[in-house]
């Protein structure tokens, strides 16, 4: 089955569940690395270049087979085709006797007439949100569940948040502005502190999975410190953390710059751009079965400098990521690519003004971007892989999606904010003019709590969950979208 895995040839449903049979058994694990072990062997092994002879004798093979079929072909092409069936005439139908019944006709057409006008003035007031709880309420449907969680009395200010169905983690300052982190553990209640002391750097949460929380300590550009971590959530509590990347180490193949992290079960993809200015995007598997500190390892580099890599996210042991970089004659540029598990890369975006792309499910999601924005944002702006990144936190869009079995691409929302989409799952999070939506990939519409996420300014979505923080700002809600 690990065969399989690896290379992303099972349904959705049922990666999913060996996905969760992966995280909980050591023994597979151990054997899914050295499968990953024996095809990064694979990857290193000399390429053969065939002599350029062999191009040219393939080439002849072809003009010949072509040439012993011409003949063939054309006596096909000229070949008599009329059918020789005969013609199957119908008898005229007999004209209805008329019946005058003008009131009833008259009515008819009136109430279909008002029914079109009035379709046609409310329709477009209605957002598909408002559709669906309109539906929902008409139906009958229960109200969804939220679990509502009160802040630590201390540190009140929320920077971020995430939750699955098994722990809600969140940062937070005091009126110090010393930052805290949080590791709620939703089933027990118990809440542990997962640093030793407040942090008086930026704290962002970047990623939270049933067994990890990754999070980011400093603002990730290469003009100051940063650094990013991760600890391990056990049914006692946090366990040990480990430093995943040291923004200062200035390794050849360390990002400086900081472009995204995605997880999920014990596997983390970290995007950025290294000190040469080139983009880079590791993998790092957290769970070590020999208790080793993790180690990350690069498995895309870009081929030239300038270029940073943004927003990793996976589906099976295909990686997706944005590559962005700045021309002077045409501005802000972002591509998507793909990375599978036999090395092979290929951009798959149409243009290179698709950004933010992340995979959720079986669905590609990115905000298309149009090329008078890209062009006329960049102006008199500093336009390093850091400039970049802060200049993608003013952009917003279309945002799109494309089924990746299917093909089918459809629309979601005409207006997004680059900076403010979170996909996983099933689940897409959203922010567009100060509000957040909610999103069901699956079934491509809202969700039921769409309408409650309003103008909270922390929102966001794991595979399962949805958390954000109400206006009152006195709690968190988190909506589990399987419950």
Known sequence: MLAAYRHDDWPTADLAAFSRHLAACADCRRAEVDYRRTGELIRHLPSITPPPEFREAVFAAIRAEELRLAPEVARLSRAATNPELPVIRLAPRPPRPTRVRLAPRVALVAAVLLLSFVTAKLLPALDPSTLDRAATRLAGGPE?????????????AVTGAMATDAWLVYSAADASRGAMLFARDRHSGRVAQLLATPSHDPLAVRAVTDHWAIWSVGGGMSSAR????????????????????????????TPVTFGGVWAEGDTALIAGATAAGRGVLLRVDLADPAGHAPVARVIARSSAPGHLFADPSAVGSAAYWADVWYDRANGLHSAVWRDDDAGQQAEVSQDETSFHPQVAGTALVWVEVSRRALA?????????????????????????????????????????????VQAQGNLLVWHSDAHAHAYDLAARRSLPVDGQLGAALIAGCSTTSVVWMPGDATTLDVYDAAA
């Open 144 to 156: 969804p569940t939220v679990a509502r969680y009160p802040l630590d009395a201390r540190y009140s």
């Open 226 to 253: 940063w650094s990013l971590r991760a600890a391990a959530l056990t049914a006692s509590g946090a366990g040990a953390s480990y430093t995943l990347v040291d923004g200062a180490a200035h390794g050849a193949d």
């Open 376 to 420: 006329n944002v960049a102006a008199g702006t500093d336009h390093s892989p850091d400039g970049d990144e802060l200049l993608m936190g003013r952009l917003n869009g279309a945002l799109e999606a494309r089924d990746l079995i299917s093909g089918q691409q459809w629309d979601v929302s005409p207006r997004a904010d680059v900076a403010g």
